[in-house]
């Protein structure tokens, strides 16, 4: 049985020769990650200095235990492999490709040993011991010191998209705000990570259940990306959460490019039924960025007056005009009342006859075309439309525009505006 001083002997001896390599062998494994991992080394020379000096320290921190007997348990990852971790981190390089690195790294370094082993020693036994005693402390290396460093990856990654979401909704509550003089365009551009200059349409976007038990936020983003794919958009869209249910969104558009209801509506058919939107009109510059955003939070106060039974979907171009007359909501509900008078009730028949009533007016007063929308018979429609203005406080002819506007308010907003029948 051979004696484990004499393996230990042995790997000191090996070790040792390999820390004369130390430099040449960093480069070597700085040319391999060049050549399998491109993305870790590249134009940026301060980067790839960080990595030359994290590989330089691993190797020898590796080459110090196999030379002075020290437990990998107790090791902790050089100083420059902590900071290479978190650069990574803040550049969005994915985790893997650090943990690959390492792996190629473990099976180079042992491929530079087995060889030093295979030079030196004759003995199979003995040549056989040390390279299991070499694969086991290498692997109890590595695993610890990755180990760490994917925590320590993990850490800086929250933090660091913490602070920049952080800074960008400062940024995006600056430039919505009322500022005394012209905003620093590309400034603000570069925190917020989006186009200022082009066509945008501002969209507020959340999750209308309650509870909701999965991740709300990663739900409405997708919903935004699935709606910026429809309209044709160019480039990535600005997503600002404002709680743990709702987001802040801008879409960067095409120069004159239309926000079509279908496209919204398809953009919302596979996700989840809760998702709700409500969509400004395209604008364009920093004006336009504050104006397509107003114009949806308008919508949105609508949409959450309505509750809900309120659509998936409220755009300004279909309600802005209700939307504006929501501001104060008591005042609304009084005007509604004084407008429709007993019609404003909130009951069954009244509600048909309302809607017949609305439909009428739309088509211009015409029976016929009434009656095809709403899938009736002409005399029906004539009958409900009777009865309609018979409730009435003043004929149609002393103020149809009050009355179409009222009818509109009952049909989006339902109880919210409606008198107790």
Not at 28 to 53: F, G, I
Not at 351 to 371: D, K, M
Request: glycine letters at 8%; proline letters at 4%; aromatic letters at 6%.
């Amino acid at each position: 049985m051979l004696d484990e001083e004499v393996v230990s002997e042995r790997i000191r001896q090996i070790a040792a020769t390999l820390a004369d390599r130390a430099g040449e062998l960093t480069v070597e494994l700085v040319q391999l990650y060049a050549n399998d991992l491109p993305q870790l080394v590249n134009d940026d020379e301060r980067m790839v200095s960080l990595l030359s000096a994290s590989v330089y320290q691993n190797i020898e921190t590796a080459l110090q235990i196999f030379r002075h007997g020290i437990d990998p348990a107790t090791v902790e990852p050089p100083a420059a492999a902590v900071e290479y971790a978190r650069r990574l981190a803040q550049r969005g390089t994915p985790v893997f490709d650090l943990i690959r690195a390492y792996d190629l790294g473990q099976a180079a370094m042992l491929d530079f040993g087995f060889q030093e082993c295979i030079r030196l020693v004759d003995d199979a036994a003995l040549l056989g011991a040390m390279m299991r005693r070499l694969l086991k402390v290498a692997y109890e290396f590595i695993t610890r010191v990755v180990r760490q460093l994917v925590s320590v990856y993990q850490d800086e990654r929250d933090k660091w998209l913490l602070n920049r979401s952080a800074a960008r909704a400062a940024k995006v509550l600056d430039l919505l705000g009322d500022n005394s003089g012209p905003p620093d365009v590309d400034a603000a551009e570069a925190v917020i990570g989006y186009r200022l200059r082009g066509t945008h349409v501002g969209m507020i976007v959340w999750h209308a259940s309650e509870g909701y038990a999965g991740d709300a936020l990663s739900l409405l983003e997708s919903a935004a990306g699935a709606v910026l794919e429809r309209l044709g958009g160019q480039g990535r869209p600005l997503f600002v959460p404002r709680d743990e249910a709702g987001a802040w969104v801008w879409l960067p558009l095409a120069p004159g490019a239309a926000v079509r209801r279908e496209d919204l509506d398809a953009a919302l058919e596979g996700t989840e039924p809760g998702v709700r939107v409500t969509v400004g009109d395209p604008a364009t510059g920093v004006d336009g960025f504050r104006d397509t955003h107003q114009q949806a939070r308008r919508v949105h106060a609508l949409a959450l007056a309505a509750g809900e039974h309120c659509d998936r979907v409220l755009t300004f171009r279909e309600v802005g005009t209700v939307a504006l007359m929501t501001s104060d909501l008591n005042a609304a509900r009084l005007w509604v009342a004084s407008t429709l008078g007993p019609l404003a009730a909130d009951d069954e028949n009244c509600a048909r006859l309302r809607e017949t009533l609305r439909v009428f007016l739309a088509s211009g007063g015409s029976y016929t075309a009434s009656a095809a929308e709403l899938t009736m018979h002409k005399n029906s429609v004539q009958y409900r439309v009777r009865k309609a203005q018979e409730l009435l406080p003043r004929g149609l002819a002393e103020g149809r525009l009050d009355v179409e506007l009222a009818l509109n308010l009952c049909r989006r907003l339902g109880a919210a505006v409606l008198a107790a029948a």
